[in-house]
């Protein structure tokens, strides 16, 4: 069980990490990549009905991920792992 949390974190420092690096490069980009991911996030969720929770952390995962952010909250609640 150990091992899955430093796994995580560790994944998730390295998601952060790129995130600032696209951020520093050009913010405008990630503004569009995160307004894409919430636009994505939004219509799936409505179209498809798939019951994914509407609440701060899925909004913030798509917010600080966009695209990626939305694939990886799809991805935790098809896994059943959360949202």
Known sequence: MVMYIELGALLGALFVLYLLLQFLKDPLLILA??????????????YFHLGIA????????VAFGGIAGFLMVLALHFLGMGF
């Not at 995160?34 to 219509?43: D, K, M, T, W």
């Open 54 to 61: 509407i609440n701060i952390w899925s909004l913030l995962a």
């Open 33 to 46: 990549n995160s307004i894409a991911g919430f636009i994505a996030f939004i219509l799936v969720n409505s």
